[in-house]
């Protein structure tokens, strides 16, 4: 009665009502509640629910819904950490090395996602399982779950500060080595940032509960990754994992550039560098199996480091690769649970303990307890459904593109964007195309990102790519290929393509970026906790860190919210719990939602605790 009542008033009909309608009303409700984080929460949800950003729910199940049952009782088993808090990065190493078990690193928690799902899963999608997997997986080597795009993203696209993440994971997996992924001087951007910034973002992420650094470089420059390295193994207490990034096939009677030889000599440098472990990175999944066998039983002969293989499975061929890598002595290999996997992410975590299961290299993860996750994992899956890179099936195609995981998807995504979803073949061929005139990069963020600019530029102009490594004068160029030209990212292992480079920077030749930080930024920067953590988010990313602020500014926290009104908005007659704080929850809902004014605003009437409030939001139909 009380609604037929608001939306039978003249006013509300007239599509002249403000937000104070109800509050010239008091009649209408039986009590109050101010202005709060709950009405804040409440207007998010009703803008979600009358724009519709991500179209209809493909689901109305919270993955919650799907965890395997009551939490097991007792205190969490020690784990992996446990032995790095007794080893040591150093002695920890040893040990890996030692063990004959293979060890086994859950990438669910951030490759798997940012590689299927375009990076979108949550804080609290993670959370919410991290007690089961700290129960059931006491045995694996680590969870990859911060790092790449994570941090990105979390600023960007879901109104969440990205050490808040780290945090919550580092509580609920007291046991698990925690796992990020560095982009050497990059962190985690897309640019090289000055040797201070490396070093507080290192302490910072140690600090808040990163256990193993895996440390790249895009184009394998030992010299880019120094500053990170450094900084993990002389201000922590941390693993510095240094990766080789991977590309080609080194069993290519052809292949001059990367070469076993090549590998060796860039483990070298690795191992020179300081570095605990060395990870064999393959970005594109494009390492076969008598490939690895050869690379891992090299890099073992030749170095006492243990050696950690992570590859995507877009060809579907990389379990058979994770299989000849093992038994060639592998000590460690990434999987992500089987819901999460396959295609451009990493190849299925259950199929491979299966394989394992009563060989000698066996680890202690109880396969059953993998099974029990894969539901939650499932669930996850349907509710971000929107986020799909949309790879149906495995691709032949990556062995002459060589477009890595995390990209493929997103290439496609940008593909359909820019009107050429149909042409995509086009794309991966004109990727292959301008691979090529840049000199055969290896192709990993940021490298990947200029050699997609590229590609994309020359299929949307319409170019001949011959034409254009030929006379790249007469053409425009992205940015970050005259960036790359110049050097911004270092030198590609080939060296240079000329004359084409020369050609192409003539006339157009930049200084060299520098980001210099302000003094006062230097000393924020050097004291631990969240000063630092602001700091850092607005150095590495200055205008994502001010939409996020400003979102939490209107909303407030909105990662509290569950996922399918947070994606998807509000069903009427649902009512959605939301904890706010341990203790204190709240109950939203939708009643109705009124016809737009005649500047395309409406007003939702939202229920806080079964209470009336009424917000406003503009439709953007
Ligand atoms: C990243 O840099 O985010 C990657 O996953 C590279 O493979
Ligand atoms: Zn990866």
Redo the contacts with the bound molecule.
């Keep these: 009665t009380f609604l037929r009542a608001v939306l039978e008033d003249p006013d509300f009909g007239s599509g002249v009502v403000t937000t104070s309608f109800i509050d010239e009303r008091p009649h209408l409700l039986t009590g109050r509640i101010p202005a709060d984080r709950g009405t804040k929460l409440a207007r998010f949800l009703a803008d979600v629910t009358v724009n519709q950003p991500n179209g209809p729910a493909p689901t109305s199940l919270e993955p919650s819904a799907k965890l395997p049952g009551t939490l097991p009782a007792g205190e969490i088993p020690d784990g992996s950490r446990q032995r790095l808090l007794a080893l040591g990065p150093a002695g920890f190493a040893r040990a890996l090395r030692e063990q004959q078990a293979v060890g086994v690193t859950d990438t669910t928690f951030r490759?798997a996602h940012?590689?299927l799902l375009a990076t979108r899963v949550r804080t609290r999608d993670l959370v919410a399982v991290a007690p089961w997997q700290a129960r059931l997986l006491p045995g694996m080597f680590s969870v990859e779950c911060w790092?790449?795009?994570t941090y990105d993203v979390a600023l960007r696209f879901l109104g969440e500060d990205p050490w808040e993440r780290l945090a919550k994971l580092r509580a609920a997996m007291p046991n698990q080595n925690l796992q990020m992924?560095l982009?050497g001087r990059n962190t985690?951007g897309y640019t090289p940032y000055p040797t201070e910034v490396t070093r507080a973002f290192v302490s910072e992420a140690a600090e808040v509960g990163v256990d193993i650094f895996r440390i790249?470089d895009a184009l394998n420059d030992v010299e880019q990754m120094r500053p990170a390295i450094d900084a993990v193994v002389h201000d922590t207490e941390s693993v510095a994992e240094v990766a080789l990034c991977y590309t080609a096939n080194l069993l290519d009677p052809d292949e001059r550039t990367y070469t076993l030889d090549h590998y060796l000599r860039l483990a070298e440098r690795i191992v020179g560098a300081g570095a605990h472990i060395l990870a064999i990175?393959d970005?594109a999944g494009l390492l076969r199996p008598a490939a690895a066998a050869k690379l891992v039983a090299a890099l073992r002969e030749r170095f006492e480091l243990p050696v950690h293989l992570h590859t995507h499975d877009t060809t579907g061929g990389q379990l058979a690769t994770l299989m000849a890598a093992i038994d060639a002595g592998v000590d460690a290999v990434d999987v992500a649970n089987s819901a999460m996997s396959s295609t451009t992410s990493q190849p299925p975590m259950s199929a491979l303990l299966m394989a394992l299961e009563g060989t000698d290299r066996a680890p202690d993860i109880d396969p059953e307890a993998v099974l029990d996750l894969e539901p939650y994992w499932e669930a996850v899956r349907r509710v971000y459904k929107p986020f799909e890179s949309g790879l149906p099936a495995p691709t032949g195609r990556v062995y002459s593109h060589e477009i890595?995981?995390?990209q493929l998807s997103n290439l496609r995504q940008q593909a359909i964007a820019l009107g050429l979803g149909d042409k995509f073949e086009a794309i991966e061929a004109m990727y292959a195309a301008a691979d090529k005139i840049l000199g055969r990069p290896t192709k990993?963020?940021?490298s990947?990102k200029v050699v997609g600019d590229l590609a994309l530029h020359l299929v949307a102009v319409g170019a001949d790519p011959a034409e254009f490594a030929a006379e790249p004068r007469r053409f425009d160029i992205p940015d970050s290929v005259i960036g790359f030209l110049n050097g911004e990212l270092g030198e590609p292992a080939g060296g240079w393509p000329e004359p084409f480079r020369t050609r192409a920077l003539e006339g157009r030749r930049k200084p060299p970026r520098v980001t210099e930080v302000a003094p006062e930024d230097l000393s924020l920067l050097e004291i631990p906790g969240n000063e630092r953590q602001r700091t850092l988010n607005r150095l590495l990313f200055p205008g994502p860190t001010r939409e996020f602020q400003q979102k939490r500014d209107d909303f407030g926290d909105v990662s509290v919210l569950p996922t399918v009104p947070y994606l998807y908005g509000m069903e009427p007659g649902h009512e959605y719990p939301v904890t706010l704080e341990k203790g204190v929850t709240l109950l939203l809902g939708l009643e109705a939602i009124g016809a737009p004014d005649k500047w395309a605003r409406r007003n939702v009437m939202t229920l806080l605790n079964g209470q009336l409030r009424p917000v406003r939001v503009r439709d953007n139909s």
Excluded: C, H, N, Y
Aim: proline content about 11%; charged content about 15%; overall charge positive.
């Design positions: 490759d940012q590689s790092g790449g795009a992924l982009r985690v790249f990175k970005m890595p995981g995390g990993v963020t940021p990947s």
